[in-house]
């Protein structure tokens, strides 16, 4: 996820630095660094909504692998339960044999 948040960063910085570089012989100063300020806020604004959206995939993974985790629980006390039965059951069979 870092990788991609590298990503986003980097071309938010190329394309500020090509508007800037096109913006300077037709801009003011003041109008450029408005023009910066908010290509920096959109790409901050961006940069936080990746966050949360891996916050987010974060938290149902999590939630996912308890919920795995409970599932192979029940999974391994039925399966003892089902072998403790076919014990039983072979003890009850071989004591009818023994009769």
Do not use: P, W, Y
């Amino acid at each position: 996820m870092t990788h991609r948040f590298a990503s986003v960063a980097k071309v938010a910085a190329v394309g500020t630095a090509v508007g800037l570089l096109s913006a300077c012989s037709t801009m003011s100063e003041e109008q450029v660094g408005t023009i910066v300020d908010r290509e920096m806020q959109d790409a901050n604004a961006e940069m936080e909504e990746t966050r949360n959206m891996a916050q987010e995939a974060m938290t149902t993974a999590e939630n996912a692998e308890a919920t795995a985790n409970e599932a192979q629980s029940t999974a391994d006390e039925a399966l003892s339960k089902t072998e403790d039965n076919e014990e039983k059951i072979d003890r009850m069979f071989e004591r009818t044999m023994q009769k």
